[in-house]
């Protein structure tokens, strides 16, 4: 079962970085989108083409809650964002918010109001994107997103120990950082989507919802390998890698990754922790975990052409 509580939300903004480094910051983005997915599944959410507002009735009139789901699942909405990482930035005041509730995380939202971009014309990295997303959940549901989790992922896919979502002071979780699981378990959400969200035939996932989440060729261009980052597509808050065989990743901001390559079947789960943020690190490890990528890829007869 998924299981809720705070100390973590604590631990982070009071910066001790040992408690910090376990939030999935990133990953929890991609469980999030599968989320989303089940929920549009289910007709709780009639269309991805809807306004954030019609869901999460807070965020209504406000520039997020005028923004379409499927710009926020692209972290295409266009709203001027910053995410450094420096404590400084738009996110760390996001995460204050979501710690101690001063000011609140939706008047925190609210403000943000400026467009640097037209809705959905280029992906920019902004955590508060998959915030708003998880308020799009638990307004369209009227549930916690513990309870989604356990009922539509958790308990179908057969999960060995409980996982864990924070909540911020206003009782909604973390969707963009804040959920924790083991290795096993991330090890199996690969597996589920390996297998495009099928479980001993069971689809729990849409498939054609995960096509269009994780497929380069169902991105518009800006979204491609090499276009939407020098190296990364993007699709709904799933990392696109640069091969022509279809393969992604769910990636934390300190570098906890599950890759997948669905028509070969090949999962990988990366736990170790980089001291800095992805904004701020060194790109050698970078390069080192690619390398890795790539030998183990070659090793599983995993395909490995580049886009």
């Known amino acids: ?41 289910k007709g709780l959410i009639a269309s991805l083409d809807d306004p954030a507002g019609q869901y999460a009735k807070d965020l209504a009139g406000s520039a997020y809650g005028a923004t379409s789901i499927r710009h926020l699942l692209r972290m295409s909405s266009g709203i001027t964002f910053t995410e450094r990482y420096d404590g400084q930035d738009d996110v760390s005041k996001l995460s204050y918010s979501f710690a101690t509730g001063t000011p609140s995380m939706v008047s925190v939202l609210r403000s943000y109001s400026e467009r640097h971009s037209p809705p959905g014309e280029k992906f920019v990295y902004a955590s508060a994107e998959t915030d708003v997303l998880g308020r799009v959940l638990t307004g369209a549901t009227k549930r916690t997103m513990a309870d989604l989790t356990t009922e539509w ?15 911020g002071r206003d009782r909604q979780a973390g969707a963009y950082f804040c959920f924790n699981a083991t290795l096993r378990d991330w090890g199996r959400l690969g597996l589920l989507m390996a297998n495009d969200g099928q479980v001993a035939g069971r689809q729990i996932i849409s498939a054609q919802y ?44 300190h570098d906890q990754v599950v890759f997948v390559q669905p028509a070969t079947g090949i999962v990988m ?14 790109p050698e490890p970078y390069s080192e975990r690619a390398a ?12 490995t052409e580049r886009y």
């Open 153 to 167: 992922l958790w308990q179908p896919m057969g999960a060995e120990s409980d996982a864990f979502w924070c909540h």
């Open 1 to 41: 079962m998924l299981k809720n509580g705070e100390i973590v939300a604590e631990r982070y903004r009071y910066g001790h970085r040992e408690e910090a480094r376990f939030l999935s910051f990133s990953m929890a983005k991609s469980v999030t989108s599968m989320l989303i997915g089940v929920a549009l599944e």
């Open 210 to 253: 995960l096509r269009e989440a994780t497929d380069v060729a169902m991105q518009p261009n800006a979204f491609a390998p090499a276009k939407a980052t020098p190296y990364f597509g993007y699709g709904y808050q799933f990392w696109l890698q640069p091969l022509k065989e279809r393969s992604f990743a769910f990636q934390g901001v």
């Open 269 to 282: 789960v990366q736990t170790a922790v980089y001291a800095q943020a992805s904004g701020a690190q060194d």
């Open 292 to 303: 890795l990528w790539l030998g183990v890829l070659q090793c599983l007869g995993g395909r």
